[in-house]
């Protein structure tokens, strides 16, 4: 009885404990400024506006190195959370209709990997697709 006891209040403390530390997710807009949302208030915080590429973003990722890297449909950029500077690391491909780069994610290793009409990976690291 007492180790079941002990498990509720283990669940009842992680529950609490996870509930206590609210999930905030960054998003780049159309207008390419970007946010931040916090899920337990349900608000968006204006964070910085992108300079420097006249273009809209797909998605979005933090790299190992702390980093925001953002991804058109043709490009992929680092940008600078606080002044919003963009600094262009490699062209996808010149075709918009070839790439359609639309989705991003990294791992642990500092690599990028991009999807949409075709799979693209760049590691921030050694700086190659």
Known sequence: MNFLKSISLSCLFLF?????????????????????????????????????????????????????YVVSLTKLYKIDLVTGASTLLTTLCANTNLCGTNAMTSDTEGNIYMAGKRLYSYNIYTQTT
């Open 16 to 68: 609490v404990n996870l509930s206590a530390h609210a999930q905030v997710f960054y998003y780049v807009d159309d207008m390419a400024d970007i946010y931040t949302y916090d899920l337990s208030t349900c608000e968006s915080t204006f964070v910085v506006h992108i300079q420097g590429t006249p273009t809209s973003y797909r998605d979005i990722t933090f790299a190992p190195d702390g980093n925001l």
